[in-house]
C-alpha cells in the first residue's frame, strides 16, 4: 500500500489546495475507509471564505462513501473490503452526551460529556473526507454498511444533507395535516422539503428565488412554491396564502438573519420554528415577532445527527425510493479538479446543486 495520498487542504483563507498527505494510521477503534465518491458542503465554502476557523494544513470535507481499507484491531462487525459511509457526524458513542440521544454534541473526553457540536470532526477538528483515504474515528458507531443494490450517488446525501435536513423536520414535530413553509431551497432546504413530505405535512411551502431551486422543490415534494424577490413582502404572501393563520411548521435553511425573521413571523401562534442555518454574527429575535414572549412559539435548532443507525434509517429511505436525492448531484468532478470544483461551488455557478466528487 502506497504511503502518501491526495487530499484537498485548507491552506489560508481563499486557499484549499490539493496535496500530497500522509495516509494516516490505524489505531485500535478506528478504521481507514478508501473513498471512492465525496462532495462539497456550504460549510467547506464558509471554511473557504475564513467564516469558519480550523488549523492550516486540515484536509477538508465530512461526506464520505467508499470501501473499508483496513480495520483497526478492535473493531468487530465489518470486514476489509465492505462498501460503506460515514456519518458527516461521527460520535463516539458513549458520552454523556451520546447516551442522552445528543450524538452531535458528544463530549467524550470531558468531565462531564458535552460539548457543542463535539461530534463535528472530519474537516473541523480532525482530517477529512475530500482526500484518497480517510481516518473513520470510532468505527463501531460509525460505519454503516450500504446495501448492494444502492450506488454511490444514491447514498451521497446521506452522510449530511439528507440528515440534515430531515431533523429540521423531525424538530419541527410535523404532523399529518400540517401545513409547512421551509425557506431556502439549497441541497439542505431540498432535503427539508422531502423530509416535511415524508412526515405527513398536506402542504409544503418552498420559498426561494432560483427558478430551478423552485422547480426542484416541486420534485422534492412542494406543493406551492413562492419567488421572495417577486413578492413584496414574503411574510405577508405566506399570511394570505394561509388565510392569516400562520404556518405551523417554519424550517430555516439558510442562516440568515432575515430568512430567520421570515420564519418566526410565518408561523401562527403555538407554531414551531425549526432552525437549520450557521449563522455568523448577532441573531436577533424580534419582539413582536416572539409576541413578546407570550405567543408560545418554539425555536429549534439542530447539527446534523450522524451515527451508524441514523446512516442505516437514511440508506433505508433512499432504498425505498421514496425521494430521488440523485437528481441533486448536478456536476462530477475527479478529486485531481477538486479546485475547479470549489470555484463553481463556491460562487454557485452553472445551476450547481451538489457535485461529486470521485477518486
Partial sequence: MAQMMKAAVFVEKGRIVLEDKKIPDVGPNDALMRVTTTTICGTDIHILKGEYPVEKGLTIGHEPVGVIEKLGSAVKGFREGQRVIAGAITPSGWSNACLCGFCSQDGAGTPHGWKAIGGWKFGNTIDGCQAEYVLVPDAMANLAPIPDDLSDEEVLMCPDIM????????????????????????????????GAKLMGASRIIAVDTVPARLEMARRMGADEVVDFKASNNVVETILEMTNGRGCDVAIEALGLQATFEWALRSIRPGGT??????????????????????GEKTIR???????????????????????????????????????????LFANQRDGVLKVAITT
Avoid: W
Avoid at 273 to 294: F, N, R
Avoid at 322 to 339: G, N, P, W
Fill in 163 to 194: 440528515s440534515t435536513g430531515f431533523v429540521g423536520a423531525e424538530n419541527g414535530g410535523i404532523k399529518i395535516g400540517d401545513t409547512v413553509v421551509v425557506f431556502a431551497q439549497g441541497p439542505i432546504g431540498l432535503c427539508a422539503t422531502a
Fill in 273 to 294: 420554528l425549526s432552525s437549520l442555518g450557521v449563522y455568523s454574527g448577532d441573531l436577533k429575535i424580534p419582539l413582536d415577532a416572539y409576541a413578546a414572549g407570550l
Fill in 301 to 343: 435548532s439542530a447539527l446534523c445527527p450522524g451515527g451508524k443507525e441514523r446512516m442505516r434509517r437514511m440508506m433505508e429511505v433512499v432504498r425505498a425510493r421514496r425521494v430521488d436525492f440523485k437528481a441533486l448531484v448536478t456536476h462530477r468532478y475527479s478529486l485531481d479538479q477538486i479546485e475547479d470544483a470549489y470555484e
